[in-house]
């Protein structure tokens, strides 16, 4: 029987139903600590912009900036920054 390759985001979606569901520990953990727990440290990375944005859409506060930060660097876009004059 052939087991089907699952996306980033669908990885995802399962890690972050087994951090609810107590698999990892009790306690409250960052998404950092999750990726790492769960083995998908370099998942963020794998995930393409169409990705992101749906879990951007999804989230708020820090977790949504998270997600816009990754766009903007695989968008390769750089925060406009007011330059000080010294």
């Given at each position: 029987?052939?087991?089907?390759?699952?996306?980033?985001?669908?990885?995802?979606?399962?890690?972050?139903?087994?951090?609810r569901?107590?698999?990892?520990?009790?306690?409250?953990?960052?998404?950092?600590?999750?990726?790492?727990?769960?083995?998908?440290?370099?998942?963020l990375?794998?995930?393409?912009?169409?990705?992101?944005?749906?879990?951007?859409?999804?989230?708020?506060?820090?977790?949504?900036?998270?997600?816009q930060?990754?766009?903007?660097?695989?968008?390769?876009?750089?925060?406009?920054?007011?330059?000080r004059r010294?």
């Amino acid at each position: 029987m052939e087991q089907q390759v699952k996306t980033p985001l669908q990885r995802y979606s399962e890690m972050m139903t087994n951090y609810r569901s107590g698999k990892y520990g009790n306690k409250h953990l960052t998404l950092h600590q999750i990726l790492e727990i769960s083995g998908n440290d370099n998942l963020l990375n794998e995930m393409n912009i169409e990705e992101l944005s749906y879990l951007r859409d999804k989230s708020f506060g820090i977790t949504k900036s998270i997600f816009q930060e990754l766009i903007n660097q695989k968008n390769k876009i750089i925060p406009n920054i007011k330059k000080r004059r010294i």
